[in-house]
């Protein structure tokens, strides 16, 4: 499995983005970091590591994932009255921890099965 496939990844660029925005680094650097939280966070998160798919196909699914995350995050948020970048940030963090932490727990799982 490549390494920039696995959940653990979806982790690791969440809690960099958490990092970064909590420790208020500044520009360039923040925004790089927030972008890439958002293009690649949710996404990967959700969609997890499907064997059978080309590392392209999953590049491509990552992007249009987290875009698509992202906007409905967005719309729900002002269409409630409470939209804040903030907290579209706090909520997408969340979803993103949730989402790797089901599919690392389920792949554990699944290597637990085999080898009992």
């Given at each position: 499995?490549?390494?920039l496939r696995d959940p653990a990844t979806a982790l690791g660029v969440t809690a960099l983005a958490a990092a970064v925005r909590m420790t208020e680094v500044g520009p360039p650097?923040?925004?790089?970091?927030?972008?890439m939280f958002l293009l690649i966070g949710?996404?990967?998160?959700?969609?997890?590591?499907p064997a059978s798919w080309?590392?392209?196909?999953?590049?491509t699914?990552?992007?249009?994932?987290?875009?698509s995350i992202s906007?409905?995050?967005?719309?729900t948020l002002l269409?409630?009255?409470?939209?804040?970048?903030?907290?579209?940030?706090?909520?997408?963090?969340v979803g993103s921890v949730l989402g790797a932490a089901l599919h690392?727990?389920?792949?554990?799982?699944s290597l637990t099965r085999r080898t009992a």
């Open positions: 499995m490549p390494v650097v923040q925004p790089l970091v927030l972008a949710p996404g990967a998160a959700c969609l997890g590591n080309p590392s392209t196909v999953w590049w699914a990552v992007l249009a994932t987290s875009i906007t409905l995050v967005s719309t269409y409630a009255g409470v939209w804040s970048p903030d907290r579209v940030f706090l909520v997408l963090l690392l727990r389920a792949r554990r799982g």
